[in-house]
């Protein structure tokens, strides 16, 4: 395996590393990097990929220079490498949100995290991303995303998986590939509120979308999101 670097918004790095043998045409895990004076990285990927990982973080910046390690929610392809980010740069702390802190990174976290409220922003230093608390959107009490205010790069975290191994920026497209990769996984929580956080969500605007598994989106993020909050909007009525 190796990891792919590739520039999806102004300063913001996508980090893949495809994986063939998952699902019938394999499944990319995705990091991304916000180059900034404070660099911050958006999920670590999960402890075996440390080295893939960490080895294309410092093509970019130097590992010891990373400040921030932030993740969607608390799961092993989302932050089981976090501990040794820590170890390897010493500046680094881990960013979260209040429950996500207090449930889990606390005990867990080699150093102790920073608590982020709902809709704080963090100035990174030429990139600002603001944190909004989507809890059980798409799963985990703790869930959040973040908002590159900047670049209008919304990350995603597993809203919007695909299978396969797509270019790393689409500009087609991808709500029928996210439906086709719920299908097959059943990985997002159907609840009355996972909707209306997507809306909540297409209200920012984006103009890039972030995405965890597959390619990330740039166009009309707004139209994206709301089409996939329909598309689960008619799961839950079809559940129930």
Same mark, same amino acid.
């Given at each position: 395996?190796?990891?792919?670097?590739?520039?999806?918004?102004?300063?913001?790095?996508?980090?893949?590393?495809?994986?063939?043998?998952?699902?019938?045409?394999?499944?990319?895990?995705?990091?991304?990097?916000? /180059? $900034?004076?404070?660099?911050?990285?958006?999920? @670590? &990927?999960?402890?075996?990929?440390?080295? !893939?990982? +960490?080895?294309?973080?410092?093509?970019?910046?130097?590992?010891?220079?990373?400040?921030?390690?932030?993740?969607?929610?608390?799961?092993?392809?989302?932050?089981?490498?976090?501990?040794?980010?820590?170890?390897?740069?010493?500046?680094?702390?881990?960013?979260?949100?209040?429950?996500?802190?207090?449930?889990?990174?606390?005990?867990?976290?080699?150093?102790?995290?920073?608590?982020?409220?709902?809709?704080?922003?963090?100035?990174?230093?030429?990139?600002?991303?603001?944190?909004?608390?989507?809890?059980?959107?798409?799963?985990?009490? /703790? $869930?959040?995303?973040?908002?590159?205010?900047? @670049? &209008?790069?919304?990350?995603?975290?597993? !809203?919007? +998986?695909?299978?396969?191994?797509?270019?790393?920026?689409?500009?087609?497209?991808?709500?029928?590939?996210?439906?086709?990769?719920?299908?097959?996984?059943a990985s997002t929580c159907l609840t009355p509120n996972t909707a209306p956080t997507i809306r909540r969500l297409a209200g920012l605007e984006p103009k890039t979308l972030a995405i965890m598994h597959g390619s990330s989106y740039n166009g009309d993020g707004a139209k994206a999101l709301l089409a996939l909050a329909d598309d689960y909007e008619r799961r839950?009525?079809?559940?129930?």
């Amino acid at each position: 395996m190796e990891t792919r670097v590739d520039e999806i918004a102004d300063r913001i790095y996508r980090l893949s590393t495809h994986v063939p043998d998952i699902g019938p045409t394999g499944f990319s895990f995705n990091q991304f990097l916000i /180059d $900034a004076d404070e660099p911050a990285i958006f999920h @670590t &990927g999960p402890r075996s990929m440390f080295p !893939l990982v +960490s080895e294309a973080v410092a093509t970019v910046v130097p590992l010891e220079r990373l400040r921030w390690i932030t993740f969607g929610h608390l799961e092993s392809d989302e932050s089981g490498a976090m501990n040794l980010f820590l170890a390897a740069s010493p500046n680094a702390q881990v960013a979260h949100t209040g429950v996500g802190c207090m449930v889990s990174i606390n005990d867990l976290a080699d150093r102790a995290p920073e608590p982020i409220a709902d809709n704080d922003v963090k100035d990174l230093g030429g990139k600002r991303i603001r944190s909004i608390d989507t809890p059980h959107v798409p799963h985990g009490w /703790d $869930a959040h995303v973040l908002y590159e205010e900047t @670049t &209008g790069t919304l990350f995603c975290g597993d !809203l919007l +998986s695909q299978i396969g191994d797509g270019p790393a920026l689409t500009a087609n497209d991808i709500i029928d590939a996210a439906a086709q990769t719920e299908d097959m996984f059943a990985s997002t929580c159907l609840t009355p509120n996972t909707a209306p956080t997507i809306r909540r969500l297409a209200g920012l605007e984006p103009k890039t979308l972030a995405i965890m598994h597959g390619s990330s989106y740039n166009g009309d993020g707004a139209k994206a999101l709301l089409a996939l909050a329909d598309d689960y909007e008619r799961r839950l009525t079809s559940a129930s």
